[in-house]
């Protein structure tokens, strides 16, 4: 069964930079649409950032010029870059296959200001 595998997550300060790796098996990364959802306590789940199978890549406009989407086609994984980090940005993280349905069980970032 496919399995996407979040790691990387943490507690940070306000402007710090953290790096989330989502490891996937039995789908191919290169070949899929790819993405980072977030939750916050409270609210929806939204789409934070976005890579095709083309490698276009799209962010939530919070996450512009912040965040940094990017797949490793020879270890089959994806990988979101956060820097600047704000405490609005505390959520939890889920990589997915969404096109497919497929999702990882999240982890959790915390900012503290």
């Known amino acids: 069964q496919v399995q996407l595998v979040e790691s990387g997550g943490g507690l940070v300060q306000a402007g710090g930079s953290l790096r989330l790796s989502c490891a996937a098996s039995r789908i191919t990364v290169s070949l899929n649409t790819m993405a980072w959802y977030r939750q916050a306590p409270g609210k929806q789940r939204e789409l934070v950032a976005q890579i095709t199978s083309g490698g276009t890549t799209t962010y939530v406009d919070s996450a512009k010029d912040r965040f940094s989407i990017s797949r490793d086609k020879a270890k089959n994984a994806v990988y979101l870059q956060m820097n600047s980090l704000k405490p609005e940005d505390t959520a939890v993280y889920s990589c997915?296959?969404?096109?497919?349905?497929?999702w990882g069980q999240g982890i959790q970032v915390t900012v503290s200001s």
């Open positions: 997915a296959a969404p096109v497919l349905n497929f």
